[in-house]
């Protein structure tokens, strides 16, 4: 694993996939409510990629600051535009999907909504932001009623005009790339509402959407399996929720045929 320190002072790390081909990338956020990364949600997933044949780079974003605005976004825009661009992942992200957990899940879909927003990136940037797929585990979308507390707090500081740019359910969406989107009904940090408002939105604004809420399950089930199990916080294997991934791939492979 080779990790790259991006210019925002967080980290990108690099997991090729095991069997060294393919050119399809999927990079991951991690969650923690923009205050902490949750390593079940970094490593385990890049590896769960990989064994299914794709090539993947977890970005830790940078947290020092007391209110990070626009930062991780630029970050995530930044580790996007090196994996299509840098001499030592070219080709590798001929297809790159973003994808996130609770707030990871936030700031993945940030760059989905966002990508080409004139008052955070330039011109140049706008042409290399875009995602080809959003991969989204019960994300944080919205700064407003259904919001998450702790992320709206770091990500915002109570500023208005940071709560609206972020509350990504009011924005349009209309260029936003397909999104593969999942919760679950029982989530008790992250409303299910945040998951249902984004899919309605994004049905609204004509974006290809595949949405799954599973009946139970906590906040944070990650991959849901022995791997990342954490009894301290009741937090258990789950065969069902398991499903989300190979749901998940089935759904990339027919994203290849959304371009033709």
Known sequence: ???????????????????????????????????????????P????????????AVLKYCLDKEVLGTDPLRELAWCARWLR??????????????AGFSAGGHLAASLGVLWNEPSVFTPEEIGRNRPD???????VISMDTYGHERSTR????????????????????????PVFLWNTREDEKVSAMNSLLFAR???????????HMFH???HGMSLATPEVESPEEDLHPDAHVAHWLSLCLEWMEECKNLDK
């Open 133 to 139: 797929g959003l991969i989204l585990g019960y994300p």
């Open 45 to 56: 997933i890049a590896s769960a990629f990989g064994q299914a044949g794709y090539h993947a």
């Open 201 to 211: 939105k994004l049905f609204l604004d004509g974006v290809d959407c595949e949405y």
């Open 216 to 218: 139970r399950g906590l």
């Open 154 to 177: 770091r990500l915002t500081g109570g500023e208005r005009e940071l709560m609206e740019r972020f509350s990504l359910e009011k924005r349009g969406v209309r260029k936003t790339p």
């Open 85 to 98: 661009d840098s001499s030592g992942w070219e080709g590798r992200a001929g297809r790159l999907y973003v």
């Open 1 to 43: 694993m080779e990790q790259i320190k991006t210019p925002f002072g967080g980290t990108l790390e690099l997991y090729p996939c095991p069997a060294g081909e393919g050119s399809e990338t999927v990079l991951i956020c991690p969650g923690g409510g923009y205050s902490f990364l949750a390593p079940r949600e970094a490593e």
